[in-house]
């Protein structure tokens, strides 16, 4: 029903910047929150951003005042920009989307494939 697709990760330097975007698409009515998250092997998965349908944001602390996570409502599409890179946020991101997909609907959680992103010199 509803696909959501990643790309941008890869391999930066610390201090770098990295952009990831989440595209979805499918037959869905409303998408509400959107959120990143990230994985490392045996570890649980971090939420690491928040953006709402209104565009109200919300951080973990270990990303405050390096990563910006924003959303384009007209091409729902949320993005990530990661910038002075620390080799501790390499991990696999992942996008989430808190969907309606039809009238009367409960909210429906879907998730990306992963996007690598390793930070390392």
């Known amino acids: 029903q509803v696909q959501l697709v990643e790309s941008g990760g890869g391999l930066v330097q610390p201090g770098g910047s990295l952009r990831l975007s989440c595209a979805a698409s499918?037959?869905?009515?409303?998408?509400?929150?959107m959120n990143w998250y990230r994985q490392a092997p045996g570890k649980q998965r971090e939420l690491v951003a928040t953006?709402?349908?209104?565009?109200?944001?919300n951080y973990a602390d270990s990303v405050k005042g390096r990563f910006t996570i924003s959303r384009d409502n007209a091409k729902d599409t949320m993005y990530l920009q990661m910038n002075s890179l620390r080799p501790e946020d390499t991990d696999v991101y992942y996008c989430n989307a808190r969907v309606i997909v039809r009238w009367g609907s409960k909210e429906s959680d879907f998730w990306g494939q992963g996007t690598q992103v390793t930070v390392s010199s």
């Open positions: 499918g037959r869905f009515l409303e998408i509400n929150s």
């Open positions: 953006i709402t349908s209104g565009g109200s944001t």
